[in-house]
């Protein structure tokens, strides 16, 4: 029995070795073939051919004679087209297969296919494009080629592409075009879409970024020209000199771009904490979306503002869309969009989250109940502001929030209480912030809300400044501000206040801002808090005298180019001042 299995086992063994034998003898070993090469038949070598604009659809045909495999295997064809001189075409400009699953001796490209990829390569529109263009066979693992010049005349008019979207080591994609942020398409007068395209994004200064049509290559891509604001196919990459949020908008009609820096959007209205003389600022959190949480403490129209690096603080306000639930508008862009505008209505009071989205998607805004806010705290009939110890005023009552009716100048260190009683006898109040504890002390309004606690205690002061107080017990929230004082210098050669200086004065206690600066003669100047303080001159030739808030005339005091010392004082509800202009 055993020797039986032993010769089955060694006539299976021989069978195999055999039929391996013959399978080895019937495949040819890798490189042991040929392929020869295609040979291109038209266009004829160096032809010129001219794409005609009202005939997109008409083909361009490419001809070649077969290659011939030694061993008869199939081959297909590609035709692959490039820059003029190349000959690896390992990243053509246009690749297109032959007919028949590629077996065919030929293959068409329409004009406008042809064009689109010209100008994607950065062949300008009414231009000859010199190009390579090669056939090339393929069969198993075997590539030949013949490779003939050609010149194609682009369509007379550029393409424009109907979308944008921007990627660079500058912005928020990280450089990766697959994830290339969108621009949002703007629609014309008659709501039709135009050929402009915007998008709020954050940049980084020292790198740079580009537009693309497409998020991955090929693709039109855009960059800077030789003038500012100059659009350009193949462009260079455009940069920033500061970090921060912008707008940039793009229109390919005229082959510009204009970008606006934007330093921060506020909501500015009826609901909020002081008003319309107020605003509550936006924190930008990425990809076009600003949010804060904010206290809503009256109903009534808002609108959101934009801080701008251009001083234009009036010039920038969204608004809603009209007839629409929650889309937003800038006013400015309304008419040439066909659309009509209104106030944001606010319709709810209380601790709220304000979401506004200007994501090429959106261009709308949201408002929510803040799910973390703190419970209300009964409402006293009456409240009284402590400084180090001593009683100081009696707050103003309106509804459940009671304000202070003028500024009070404090200095680091002192202490400030609230309680219902001018004895300081009856229901204390402090918060767990100090006052003028700020990341932005320079901000044209300062002002920070913090919560309510019901309980004693001293609140620190940690800046010298002149501050004003609301103090909204149903939301409980603490709130103080304080303005700074800027001398706005005008350009004369711009004969407008976008081209001024802007000077930040020094706060000095108690209502006093001062600063040394270089200032030119005969230019027109005002005091500002942008813009809810506008100081304008009694006397504007008088280098020194009084000046009255919302009033008075431009100052036009300096007759002699120079350094100037400025000293201001005001009064502490900023009804009205004094300025003196000395030079040290």
């Known amino acids: 029995m055993k020797t039986l299995y032993k010769n089955i086992i060694c006539f299976f063994l021989a069978a195999v070795t055999l039929a391996a034998c013959e399978t080895e003898d019937n495949l040819q070993p890798e490189g042991q073939w040929e392929l020869s090469n295609p040979t291109i038949t038209s266009p004829e070598n160096e032809a010129t051919i001219i794409l005609n604009q009202s005939t997109p659809n008409e083909t361009v045909t490419f001809n070649w004679d077969a290659a011939e495999s030694s061993e008869g295997y199939i081959v297909t064809y590609k035709v692959l087209i490039d820059t003029l001189g190349t000959t690896e075409f390992d990243s053509p400009l246009l690749i297109f297969v032959s007919g028949n699953g590629g077996k065919d001796l030929s293959a068409s490209v329409s004009y406008e296919t042809l064009d689109e990829a010209l100008s994607m390569a950065g062949f300008p529109a009414d231009s000859n494009a010199e190009l390579s263009w090669a056939v090339q066979a393929s069969s198993i693992n075997k590539q030949s080629n013949d490779i003939q010049k050609i010149t194609v005349k682009r369509f007379e008019n550029e393409i424009i592409p109907d979308q944008l979207f921007l990627s660079g080591t500058a912005a928020e994609n990280n450089n990766n075009i697959a994830e290339a942020i969108p621009l949002k398409r703007l629609n014309n007068a008659d709501g039709d879409p135009s050929n402009i395209h915007e998008i709020y994004t954050s940049l980084t200064a020292g790198n740079t970024f580009k537009l693309y049509s497409e998020q991955s290559l090929p693709a039109h891509v855009y960059g800077g020209g030789a003038n500012d604001g100059e659009l350009v196919k193949s462009g260079t990459a455009i940069s920033v000199s500061e970090d ?267 209502f006093k801002f001062t600063s040394t600066v270089a200032l030119k003669a005969n230019f027109d100047m005002k005091f500002f808090s942008p813009w809810d303080n506008d100081f304008g001159g009694d006397d504007p030739s008088a280098l020194s005298g009084g000046m009255t808030n919302g009033g008075g005339s431009n100052i036009r005091n300096i007759v002699t180019d120079g350094n100037y010392l400025v000293n201001v004082e005001v009064t502490n509800n900023y009804a009205t001042g004094t300025y003196e202009f000395t030079q040290p």
């Open 244 to 510: 921060g949020a912008y707008r940039i908008r793009v229109d390919l009609d005229n082959n510009t771009y204009t970008m606006l820096k934007i330093e921060r959007w506020n909501v500015k209205g009826s609901p909020i904490v002081g008003g319309w003389g107020s605003d509550e600022p936006l924190e930008y959190i990425g990809g076009g979306v600003w949010q804060a949480t904010m206290d809503f403490v009256d109903t009534g129209g808002f609108l959101f503002r934009a801080d701008v690096n251009d001083g234009g603080y009036w010039d920038y306000l969204m608004k809603r869309v009209t007839g629409t639930t929650n889309q937003v508008i800038m006013e400015s862009d309304a008419a040439s969009q066909g659309l009509t505008y209104e106030d944001v209505p606010g319709e709810i009071k209380g601790s709220v989250i304000v979401t506004l989205d200007l994501s090429a998607s959106a261009y709308t805004y949201n408002i929510e109940k803040d799910p973390n806010a703190s419970e209300p705290i009964d409402t006293p009939d009456s409240l009284f502001l402590f400084v180090n110890g001593s009683m100081t005023t009696e707050l103003t009552k309106d509804g459940d929030v009671f304000k202070t009716d003028a500024h009070f100048a404090l200095q680091n260190g002192d202490m400030v209480a609230l309680n219902t009683s001018a004895d300081g006898s009856g229901t204390s109040y402090t918060m767990f912030a100090n006052i003028g504890a700020t990341d932005a002390p320079d901000d044209a309004k300062v002002m920070i809300s913090s919560d309510l606690s019901e309980e004693a205690g001293d609140i620190s002061v940690e800046r010298d400044q002149a501050y004003a107080f609301a103090i909204d017990f149903a939301n409980a929230k603490f709130q103080w501000s304080y303005y700074n004082l800027f001398l706005f210098h005008w350009d004369e050669i711009n004969q407008d206040w976008d081209g001024r200086n802007e000077y930040l004065l020094t706060y000095e206690h108690p």
